[in-house]
């Protein structure tokens, strides 16, 4: 079993940035993939980042270039830097934790955490 806790959401005005946090505790998390996702109200939710045990990277097209996806094992901790967030990036972050390197669908990772609220007002 994996927990993962997200800290760091909050209100921010558009062209600020936030920098979210994925604490892990449990199984080791050295290994394996952590993703980020995001759901707006109303909406299904979306893949936004996600960083493998080896640190290669992948982003979706709308965050592309404004958001960036770390990971320290040490820590066990992954990170979402956020830099000139639009109000179209309003919406609740989850990160997940899984085996696949090339997952990018909700279903393919079974470890969640409860989400943070990020807000950026226009």
């Known amino acids: 079993q994996v927990q993962l806790v997200e800290s760091g959401g909050g209100l921010v005005q558009a062209g600020g940035s936030l920098r979210l946090s994925c604490a892990a505790s449990?199984?080791?998390?050295?290994?394996?993939?952590v993703g980020w996702f995001r759901q707006a109200s109303g909406k299904e939710r979306e893949f936004v980042a996600r960083i493998w045990w080896s640190g290669v990277t992948y982003y979706s097209d709308s965050v592309k270039g404004r958001f960036t996806i770390s990971r320290d094992n040490a820590k066990s901790t992954v990170y979402l830097q956020m830099i000139s967030l639009k109000p179209e990036d309003t919406a609740v972050y989850y990160c997940?934790?899984?085996?696949?390197?090339?997952?990018?669908?909700?279903?393919?990772?079974?470890?969640w955490g409860q989400g943070t609220q990020v807000t950026v007002s226009s």
């Open positions: 997940a934790a899984g085996a696949l390197e090339l997952a990018s669908q909700p279903y393919q990772y079974p470890y």
């Open positions: 449990g199984r080791t998390f050295s290994s394996g993939a």
